[in-house]
Nanobody
Framework: QVQLEEFGGGLVQAGGSLRLSCAAS????????MGWFRQAPGKEREFVAG????????YYGRFVKGRFTISRDSSKTTVYLQMNSLTPEDTAVYYC???????????????WGQGTQVTVSP
């Protein structure tokens, strides 16, 4: 079972940027689709971004609107989420997920990290 650990959360002012990283434990990293979900207080967990195992396809939640970019580096078994033009509405715990199917990548995730808090101040 793959283990995931997120890095890079923190406090940033509106309009600022953060880059989240998710390190995967397994050398079979390239066999997983990778993605990010987030959960704000009192809200359901929602899909943020996903990238297929080959890196050839990327998917984003509708609210992203060109502000975020997902990427992966197989040599480091790490997936990244570059977030620009952050707003207070982006405040949430961000979770990394690894999945074996694209359906799971876009809807419910599978293996999860512990999450990293992102807080955007006005």
């Amino acid at each position: 079972q793959v283990q995931l650990e997120e890095f890079g959360g923190g406090l940033v002012q509106a309009g600022g940027s953060l880059r989240l990283s998710c390190a995967a434990s397994e050398r079979t990293f390239s066999t997983y689709h990778m993605g990010w979900f987030r959960q704000a207080p009192g809200k359901e967990r929602e899909f943020v971004a996903g990238i297929t195992r080959s890196g050839s396809s990327k998917y984003y939640g509708r609210f992203v609107k060109g502000r975020f970019t997902i990427s992966r580096d197989s040599s480091k078994t790490t997936v990244y989420l570059q977030m620009n033009s952050l707003t207070p509405e982006d405040t949430a715990v961000y979770y990394c997920t690894a999945t074996e199917t694209i359906d799971a990548l876009l809807t419910r995730g599978n293996y999860w990290g512990q999450g990293t808090q992102v807080t955007v101040s006005p």
